[in-house]
């Protein structure tokens, strides 16, 4: 049952993230073609982060009391929403609305949620980077679909092809995956706990597990400067490197065929091999050494090389750092740990625009991967000194 339950996320997933990248691929020339600069851009993406800042600790919350299934389903219908809305703006008023329904788009966090209740701590990493390998095929199928559907019949089709689809997947989760999901026994669960979703006590009392609060904060400084460059890829991709939106789109099919192979058939026999410390140490320095080649590139065909590294440290980083925050709480909480995890990349999404645009529009490109460097390696030495990938993994 549990391995029916792990396949039929794997395709949710995958639909969510195919439909997800067609609206990458489409927005920003949604917005040049309303008159967003570069500043007004990050705006945007700014809106963006703040509200799943905070929908990721309600839509953990969700999950954990109501279901996952009820919490990807809620994903998959905010996503319909926010392409309609999208499809429809013919203004920057209506842009800024459609990121309203992000609230509850996590998509990716709600599938680590169905795959965390069907595993046990021992398997957590292996499978939860396993569903990377489905990532990437949605991001290589949304990717190339954005560019093709945007370029030869607009953004707007574009769009509601992508809420169709998004429904479409709304319905395979009501249908397919179970209501409740957990496996704990009576004894994990905690009957006398807050059952309100908007029980901020008991959502921030978390923190207050073992190791956790020093993960969060592992995760926050080493996410900021890679946050920072993702969501000033696609202006770079257009300003920079001066690619088309079909180009964009066959780059991202890239980016997501590395992801595949990388977390497909590498994560998993690294994460059986070393311990998390000690990955987690290797991904923080490999992030540094990859920051400052980001810095020295000047074209698109270094930067393709470049990926395969950063993708390698940073899908490993994220896996090392969710595995130990979930294995640090109870099986009940684990929606509600998720979603915060989440969280931390809405709150990167937020900062991040504002300071990569205003790098970008005075010091360049390359000032984006000198701080990565400079901020990782700082990070490492303080992991090294600690000795963090000496200790054993938390059982």
């Known amino acids: 049952m549990p391995n029916r339950v792990i396949l039929v996320t794997y395709l949710v997933l995958t639909l969510d993230v195919t439909f997800l990248f067609v609206q990458f691929s489409i927005t920003p020339y949604l917005a040049k073609r309303l008159g967003f600069d570069t500043v007004w851009y990050g705006y945007l993406q700014t809106s963006v982060g703040i509200i799943q800042l905070l929908g990721g600790p309600l839509f953990g919350r969700f999950a954990d009391l109501l279901g996952a299934r009820f919490a990807l389903a809620l994903s998959s219908l905010s996503m319909t929403v926010y392409y309609l809305i999208l499809g429809s703006s013919t203004n920057a008023l209506l842009l800024f609305l459609s990121k309203m329904p992000a609230i509850f788009m996590h998509g990716l966090p709600g599938a680590q949620m169905v795959v965390t209740d069907q595993t046990d ?12 390998l489905f990532f990437g095929v949605g991001m290589i199928a949304g990717s190339s679909l954005g560019g093709i559907l945007s370029t030869r019949y607009g953004e707007s089709f574009a769009a509601f092809a992508a809420a169709a689809g998004s429904l479409l997947n709304a319905l395979l989760v009501m249908k397919l995956i179970p209501k409740h999901t957990k496996r704990q026994t009576h004894e994990e669960s905690s009957p006398d706990r807050g059952r309100s979703v908007f029980n901020l006590r008991e959502i921030m009392g978390l923190m207050k597990h073992p190791g956790v609060i020093k993960i969060f904060t592992i995760k926050i400084i080493s996410g900021i400067p890679t946050g920072v460059f993702q969501v000033m890829f696609s202006i770079i991709t257009m300003d920079f490197f001066q690619l088309t939106a079909e180009q964009t789109g066959y780059l991202l099919s890239y980016f997501g065929i590395v992801q595949m192979v990388i977390q497909g058939g590498v994560i998993g026999n690294l994460t059986s091999k070393y311990s998390e410390g000690m990955l987690l140490l290797l991904a923080v320095g490999m992030l540094s050494i990859v920051g400052l080649a980001q810095a020295l590139m000047v074209n698109v065909f270094q930067f393709c090389v470049i990926i395969i590294p950063l993708m390698l440290s940073f899908s490993t980083f994220n896996i090392v750092t969710d595995t130990m925050l979930t294995k640090s ?48 390696a700082v990070l490492f030495l303080n992991l090294l000194n600690n000795n963090i990938g000496q200790r054993k993994e938390h059982q």
């Not at 979603?339 to 504002?354: D, H, K, W």
């Not at 984006?368 to 400079?374: A, E, F």
């Open 121 to 132: 701590p021992q398997q957590r990493a292996d499978v939860l980077g396993k569903l990377g």
């Open 329 to 376: 709480i109870p099986a009940s909480d684990t929606g509600t740990m998720l979603g915060l995890c989440a969280s931390v990349q809405a709150l990167v999404r937020t900062v991040g625009p504002t300071i990569g645009s205003f790098l970008y529009q005075n010091f360049g490109v390359s000032s984006i991967g000198y701080i990565q460097c400079v901020v990782s």
